[in-house]
């Protein structure tokens, strides 16, 4: 990125003030009006926050995950985000990793794990939830079958099936339009390290794999099982790919943790080509897009893991506006 990059100085003072481990890229849903980009930075507005995962509606409304087990919400065009579901014993949030919003189901879906920094909310059993998207009440809870799961990320399939993937075991589930349950879509040892999902506009399958570095494509069968794996061509080596998101056609956003990088993922065959947005954050663990604009979380999840951190107070849990073109 250019010295003119809005994000530039923003990003090497982040460096400067923490180095700060964990930087989650968010980035917006797409038909919303170029006026988001004139949005700004956001700021959630709460402590212990440390983000993970961002989704957006297409008028430019924010929901941020948290391993504090809220969900925070900044409403278009405003440029604080506030808390709106907040963990409880009543809805059983543990801590959250991915967030998607469906608009076409009016629901908010996350990804409940228990919490890797406990004691608080360590205990239970990782699971896929719905709240909805207007009001923030609870409509379901899903299980994931044993063993011990992270549910990591979610996408929704062209018939409205919801998809959901298990990091540490492989796995993928689905849940069917009124379904009660998680079903298994796949396994495979390729898939262990499984994180970002999504879909192209031709129904394709995609998904990334954070600890081999690698885009795979989900090969299916006209009954829409999966029937094996196929390894992309990436035109720049991987670091760490997390967050996935659609933006339009075969183009995806994809954030990459452990080099700070943000890009534009184009996929023609079995080639992806990265367009780099930014590769000047501490680190990146998800994003999606709203019109040109992407937001940037900075995570912070170092206070938690580096002990020259851990007695040093964290800043304020942001979202930064990187512009896409």
Known sequence: ?????????????????????????????????????????????????????????????????????????????????????????????????GVFADETNGTLWLCSVPNFFGPERSQGVSSLMAFDLDTGEQKGVYPFPPPASACNDIAIGPDGSVFSTDTPNGRIFRLEPGGDALELYGEDPALVGVDGIAFAEDGTLYVNNVRTNEILRVEQNRRGEMTG????????????????????????????????????????????????????????????????????????????????LRNTPPGPFMLYAVPMR
């Open 229 to 308: 794996l196929t390894k992309l061509t990436v035109s720049h080596e991987l670091s760490g790919p997390d967050g996935f998101r659609h933006i339009e056609g075969n183009r995806f956003l994809q954030a990459e943790g452990p080099i700070g990088r943000v890009s534009i993922v184009t996929i023609e065959g079995d080639t992806a080509t990265l367009t780099i947005l930014t590769d000047e954050l501490t680190s990146t663990p998800g994003a999606t897009p709203v019109g040109d604009t992407a937001y940037a979380i900075e995570s912070q999840i170092g206070h938690l893991t580096d002990p020259a």
């Open 1 to 97: 990125m250019s010295n003119e990059s809005p994000i530039g100085a923003k990003t090497r003072a982040t460096r400067r003030r923490a180095l700060s481990p964990l930087v989650g890229l968010v980035v917006l849903g797409c038909a919303a009006s170029a006026t988001h980009a004139n949005r700004g930075d956001i700021r959630i507005a709460d402590t212990d926050v440390y983000p993970e995962s961002v989704a957006s509606t297409s008028d430019g409304t924010i929901y941020v995950g948290s391993i504090k087990g809220n969900v925070y919400r900044a409403a278009p065009n405003e440029n604080v985000a506030l808390p709106w579901i907040t963990t409880s014993e009543e809805n059983g949030i543990l801590t959250i990793l």
